[in-house]
């Protein structure tokens, strides 16, 4: 081929490239229209950038989808036209910019919109509540379930810029739900629809009762039985439910208390709303006596035997008494030979025996 100026015609991914180039050596090279985005990220929290995608559209129609390694991603060998970046994190777009190549490569930065989240969940007297589950969706309706820690908090989370449903769930019951609005570093708190019940438990002579076992339930509405709690009384005979969720459907709550050999049910309305609640409960107890409990009325029943046994047994150690001394009398009069005497023996036997017949 001789040296000169040509046209050219270049076929790739489905278009034609045409131009004029100049051969003047056995190599030619030939530039194509073809330009590159370079996209540097930042972000200014610890991410997984294995999380995100960056996604390329032209004319509103995606054609590449890169994840990034690093900080850094390039789209190359694109033509001139109208472009839009965004990327995504969990399918929700974090960012969006609409871009122009006109005749040479880009370089953009995107700023990544993302903020630490933290959950509370505490009671009505602001403790915390552990183990609470929380169930946050995300804008997309994705949803990730957290689990609260000791002191009631969730672990820190790395989310857009962005409004969350949260609904936490406290022993299988819905207790609280809210929208959290993040736009910045978040610490939300969550006060749930709780109560605390403090149990005081004495006997019949107000003393406490230590180490009565205690079974908190809700009576539902249709019969059902839900158990809640169980826990034993302290020393002062008190125990704490805390956080017993509110269950619209309940029709009753019932204490099932257990202590030594007795058993007693007690039950009340259902509480209706979020408080601390006290409950004074005084059973027929008197006193324990080798892990019997004795109760008033045994008590009294004890007195009252105890008090027939001894008229009882006063009765038969008099009339024993009198038979002895009946027979005294009569060897008396055995033994006796004056007849003076015989007479006041038998005397005194018929003066015993009047007295007998008058009492």
Not at 41 to 68: A, H
Not at 114 to 139: C, E, F, G, S, W
Not at 147 to 159: D, F, R, S
Request: charged share 25%; with cysteine; proline share 4%.
């Amino acid at each position: 081929m001789l040296s000169g100026d040509y046209t050219y015609i270049v076929y790739w991914e489905g278009r034609n490239f045409t131009g004029m180039v100049r051969i003047a050596s056995p190599i030619v090279q030939i530039e194509l229209p073809l330009y590159s985005i370079h996209a540097t990220i930042k972000v200014d929290k610890p991410i997984d950038f294995r999380t995100l995608k960056i996604i390329l559209y032209k004319d509103g129609v995606k054609i590449k989808e890169l994840s990034p390694e690093g900080t850094y991603v390039t789209f190359r060998r694109l033509i001139t036209g109208f472009y839009a970046v965004e990327a995504h994190w969990y399918n929700y777009t974090l960012i969006r910019k609409d871009l122009h190549i006109v005749d040479s490569s880009l370089r953009i930065t995107l700023v990544l919109p993302l903020y630490k989240l933290r959950i509370r969940v505490v009671d009505v007297d602001n403790q915390p509540l552990y183990r609470a589950r929380l169930a946050l969706t995300l804008p997309n309706g994705s949803t990730t379930w957290l689990l609260t820690g000791p002191e009631g908090y969730t672990q820190a989370l790395i989310v857009p810029y962005a409004s969350y449903t949260c609904k936490v769930y406290w022993k299988g019951v819905l207790v609280a739900e809210d929208t959290i609005r993040v736009k910045e570093d978040t610490e939300w708190s969550l006060k749930a629809r709780v109560v605390n019940v403090l149990l005081t438990l004495k006997g019949f002579l107000n003393q406490p009762l230590s180490g009565a076992e205690v079974v908190l339930a809700y009576k539902l509405e249709n019969g059902t039985i839900l158990t809640l709690s169980w826990a034993q009384t302290n020393p002062e005979g008190q125990v704490l439910f805390r956080g017993i969720p509110l269950i619209h459907e309940a029709s009753a709550l019932i204490l099932e208390i257990s202590y030594k050999d007795r058993a007693y049910t007690k039950v009340y309305p259902p509480p209706t709303k979020s408080e601390s609640i006290k409950i004074d409960i005084s059973l027929d107890v008197v006193a324990v006596l080798f892990e019997h409990t004795v109760t008033i009325l045994e008590l009294v029943t004890y007195i009252l035997v105890g008090a027939a046994i001894a008229i009882v047994a006063t009765v038969v150690i008099s009339r024993i008494k009198e038979k002895k001394e009946f027979s005294e009398l009569i060897v008396e009069r055995n033994e006796e030979r004056e007849p003076g005497r015989i007479a006041r023996a038998f005397k005194k036997i018929f003066k015993r025996e009047e007295e007998e017949e008058e009492w």
